[in-house]
């Protein structure tokens, strides 16, 4: 079965600092995508990135960086000198290729920075 | 260019009637997606529409259906509303194929009473 995982329900960092968003998933597709998506308080989720699972390879957009690590199972998400506006809750989600095809969505981080 | 747009914004109803919620996607786009972001639920896949064709749902009862029309645009009805129906509704469009990401509109505040 598809799951994914956010541990971390709630984090709380002072601007400037760094901070690791953890996801970890589950499935027994060979093939299937993840994504993260940022849900700032207006509502509207904003796709950020998509990784499939034949890319392992790390990418830094600006301050925004991805650790996919399909050992672990894991697609962190790091952001380098925090800023206010970052503040969100952020979804990680996965969808396989097979003939279920669910879209699932991890239950999401509420990332507060404090000024 | 146009994103993702729904309506209503805000939608009050009665236990036991129906509702209609309506969503535009990205011009191009031909896939519609609909979930349900109910209080410490997170995002609860619906629905997914492609060419006017109902290609996959969520687990939720039957009474939650919809269509998609040749233009592209979708409607989501949930009739016999129950007082957990509450939650805001989110459409996304994507173009055609499961791997492109999907682009979100604004949401439907239902609120069942």
């Known amino acids: 079965a598809q799951k994914v995982t956010q541990a971390q329900t709630e984090i709380s960092v002072v601007e400037k600092e760094d901070v690791t968003l953890d996801c970890v998933y589950e499935t027994r597709d060979t093939t299937y995508y993840l994504f993260w998506y940022k849900q700032p308080p207006s509502g509207e989720l904003v796709f950020l990135i998509r990784?499939?699972?034949?890319?392992?390879q790390n990418e830094i957009s600006g301050r925004y960086s991805w650790n996919f690590q399909k050992s672990t199972s894991s697609f962190n998400f790091t952001i380098t000198a925090s800023q206010v506006v970052d503040s969100a809750v952020y979804f990680c989600?996965?969808?396989?290729?097979?003939?279920?095809?669910?879209?699932?969505f991890g239950k999401g981080t509420r990332l507060h920075i404090l000024p | 260019e146009a994103g993702v747009t729904q309506s209503p914004t805000h939608l009050i109803k009665t236990r036991g009637q129906q509702a209609t919620l309506r969503c535009s996607p990205i011009?191009?786009?031909?896939?519609v997606y609909w979930y349900q972001q109910a209080l410490g639920l997170g995002l609860q896949f619906l629905l997914w529409?492609?060419?006017?064709?109902?290609?996959n749902r969520g687990n939720f009862p039957p009474r939650f259906s919809g269509r998609q029309f040749p233009n592209y645009s979708s409607e989501l009805n949930v009739n016999a509303l129950e007082l957990e129906d509450s939650a805001l509704y989110l459409c996304?469009?994507?173009?055609?194929?499961?791997?492109?990401?999907?682009?979100f509109g604004p949401g439907t505040r239902l609120t069942v009473t």
């Open positions: 529409y492609d060419e006017g064709e109902e290609r």
């Open positions: 990784r499939n699972s034949f890319d392992e």
């Open positions: 996304a469009s994507s173009f055609r194929g499961r791997f492109y990401e999907q682009y």
């Open positions: 989600a996965l969808r396989d290729m097979n003939r279920d095809d669910k879209i699932i």
């Open positions: 011009s191009g786009h031909t896939s």
